[in-house]
Each structure stands twice: as structure tokens, then as C-alpha cells.
């Protein structure tokens, strides 16, 4: 396959996955009282509004080039003034959570489109196959990987939400540095020939895939 399909095939899944994961957090964050993304401009379907390109662009191809066996990518982040939404603490989980949750719904989306498949003629249909094979997987990595208890991820903004103060407090006080240890566990590990991340992520990975596939009635 030539390398314009694989760009497309890989690209148009991340673009979708990242752009509606980031546009979720801004309109639950409108919902729960905050509009600083909408004032923004950020609670769009436009990619050009989140893409970023180190997140979006060059880190998914760096990943791939290592041959690491997760794929991440991130955009620009949706800002959110959490001390503005009505009950800040409770809807603060609901606003990190809906990024990993859109991620959830495309990729059941996805795996339902596979249904489609049998109307569209065989080159096609093996193209479109391939891409929401990709769609299916990289939304239910980004999930996942966002949801690891490390701020700033969601998870780890979730985690802060939920856990009482005594171990909260702690946990927020590292997002500034989360970033880094987020790296570090991407890019370094399977420069050694191993990754750390592995076996944290990739059995949920194809647990969620597996149900979505059953779900949607493909197994």
C-alpha cells in the first residue's frame, strides 16, 4: 500500500480520536458551568482548533518509527477554569472523564461501521476495513493510556477528584512534572528493548476491544 493510504488510514483515525476526545472535555466543561473553551473556541469539531504539532503529528510517527506498542498522541489541551464549575471537585472527574469516554464511544462507532463494509466494493472495503481497525484500536489506547492515574492525564485528574485530600494533595502536586515521567515511560523503555508500559495497558487494551467487538456483534 502506497504511502499516501497509510497516512490517511492512520491519520484520519488519530485526527477524529484526538480532536472529539479534547472537544468532550470543553462541553462538559460548559455543561458543569465553565465556559472558558467556548469563549476560545475550543468546544469545535474543527481540527485545526486542537491539533497540535508535536502531540498530534510527531510524536504518533516517532512512537511508530521505535516500535513501541503504544501509540499516543495528545492535542492541545482544552483549557478549563475548574474553580468555575458549579461543584468544582465532582465536575472536574466528569470533565476529565469525558475525553476517555468519547475515545470509548468512537471506538464502538467504529467497530459497528464494520457492518457496512459488505456495501462498499472490494478495494474499498479492504481500505475502510483497515481504518477502522486503526480507529478501533488507537481509541481504546488513548482510553486507556489516559486514564493511568498519572496528572496531567485524565486518569490522573480523576484520581485527584476522587481521592481524599491526605492522598489528593500529593498526587496533584506532581502534574508538573507528570509530562516528563510520561515520556520517559514511552520513549525510553523500548529504546532498551523493553516497555514498562506494556503490561500496565495492553490486556485492558484488548479486554475493552474485545468486549466492544462483542457488543457490536462482530464476535
Do not use: C
Not at 472527574?93 to 468519547?102: C, E, H, Q
Not at 464511544?105 to 457496512?116: G, Q, T
Not at 482510553?143 to 481521592?163: E, S, T
Amino acid at each position: 500500500m502506497d504511502i499516501l493510504a497509510r497516512i490517511l488510514i492512520f491519520g484520519i483515525p488519530i485526527i477524529l480520536a484526538i480532536t472529539l476526545h479534547e472537544a468532550a472535555h470543553g462541553f462538559v466543561a460548559l455543561r458543569y458551568g465553565d465556559d472558558t473553551a467556548k469563549r476560545l473556541g475550543r468546544v469545535s469539531l474543527n481540527p485545526l482548533r486542537h491539533v497540535d504539532p508535536i502531540g498530534t503529528i510527531l510524536l504518533p510517527g516517532l512512537l511508530l518509527l521505535i516500535g513501541s506498542p503504544v501509540l499516543f498522541g495528545y492535542a492541545k489541551p482544552v483549557p478549563v477554569n475548574f474553580n468555575r464549575l458549579h461543584h468544582p471537585r465532582r465536575d472536574s472527574v466528569y470533565v476529565a472523564g469525558a475525553g476517555p469516554a468519547m475515545n470509548i464511544l468512537l471506538a464502538f462507532i467504529s467497530a459497528l461501521f464494520f457492518h457496512l463494509l459488505i456495501f462498499f466494493p472490494p478495494g474499498a472495503s479492504d481500505f475502510l476495513q483497515e481504518m477502522l481497525t486503526v480507529s478501533l484500536f488507537i481509541n481504546v489506547t488513548l482510553a486507556v493510556f489516559n486514564m493511568l492515574p498519572i496528572p496531567p492525564l485524565d486518569g490522573g485528574r480523576v484520581a485527584v477528584g476522587l481521592l481524599p485530600n491526605t492522598l489528593a494533595i500529593p498526587l496533584a502536586r506532581i502534574e508538573p512534572y507528570g509530562i516528563l515521567i510520561i515520556f520517559g515511560l514511552l520513549l525510553i523503555p523500548p529504546l532498551l528493548g523493553f516497555n514498562v508500559l506494556s503490561w500496565l495497558i495492553l490486556h485492558p487494551i484488548h479486554a475493552i476491544i474485545d468486549l466492544i467487538s462483542l457488543l457490536a456483534g462482530l464476535s
